[in-house]
């Protein structure tokens, strides 16, 4: 886990990569997700290489709005 917050794990553990083997929805709607680790972290970017025409017609929405 990366970020802020209450530590899951102890000081000195390595970040890793997990990927979802199974969930399922218990009776009271809370998700339940199974993991299992999934070799070394790589950090990336989310950004997409252009933004869409929704996305840049929000910028220049906000750019008009203040």
């Known amino acids: 886990m990366l970020g ?4 899951l794990f102890a000081d000195g553990s390595a970040p890793h990569a997990y990927m979802l ?8 709607g809370i998700m ?3 993991y299992e680790r999934n ?3 790589t950090i990336g970017s989310n950004a997409l290489d252009s933004p869409s025409e ?3 017609a929000r910028q220049e929405r ?5």
Do not use: A, Q, W, Y
């Not at 802020?4 to 530590?7: D, E, I, S, W």
């Not at 906000?62 to 203040?66: D, W």
């Open 32 to 34: 339940i997700g199974h």
């Open 39 to 41: 070799g070394e972290l």
């Open 54 to 56: 929704r996305e840049i």
């Open 4 to 7: 802020f917050g209450k530590k």
């Open 21 to 28: 083997t199974g969930s399922r929805v218990s009776s009271t």
């Open 62 to 66: 906000t750019k008009r709005e203040g």
